[in-house]
Nanobody, 124 residues
Framework: QVQLVESGGGLVQPGGSLRLSCAAS????????IGWFRQAPGKEREIVAR??????????YYADSVKGRFTISRDNAKNTVYLQMNSLKPEDTAVYYC???????????????WGQGTQVTVSS
């Protein structure tokens, strides 16, 4: 069965950290670029971070709002991608999703598989 499963979300205080995981089954995650997205209540979904395939150079992209605080990484042995989130702010509160992009381009991504999402709440 092909699926992506996110985990690691939760409630954290401002300034805290969380690490989200995105585990793939039924396919090889490193055959795809990966995107992490988030959607806050009443807002549109937005891209947070992206990473290309390892053999494409594993280039990364970060939204300005998270640059310097979030880090995307891969563990190909575990078929898993991570999003390390540090210095969290209340405005980071959202449901976070990972998605597998079969195009491996920045210009026209084609997200073929999506996870179900994991809630991140940043609040004191």
């Amino acid at each position: 069965q092909v699926q992506l499963v996110e985990s690691g979300g939760g409630l954290v205080q401002p300034g805290g950290s969380l690490r989200l995981s995105c585990a793939a089954s039924g396919f090889t995650l490193d055959d795809y670029a990966i995107g992490w997205f988030r959607q806050a209540p009443g807002k549109e979904r937005e891209i947070v971070a992206r990473m290309r395939r390892t053999w494409s150079g594993a280039n990364t992209y970060y939204a300005d709002s998270v640059k310097g605080r979030f880090t995307i990484s891969r563990d190909n042995a575990k078929n898993t991608v991570y999003l390390q989130m540090n210095s969290l702010k209340p405005e980071d509160t959202a449901v976070y999703y990972c998605a597998a992009d079969e195009s491996d381009t920045w210009v026209r991504p084609v997200y073929k598989y999506w996870g179900q999402g994991t809630q991140v709440t940043v609040s004191s």
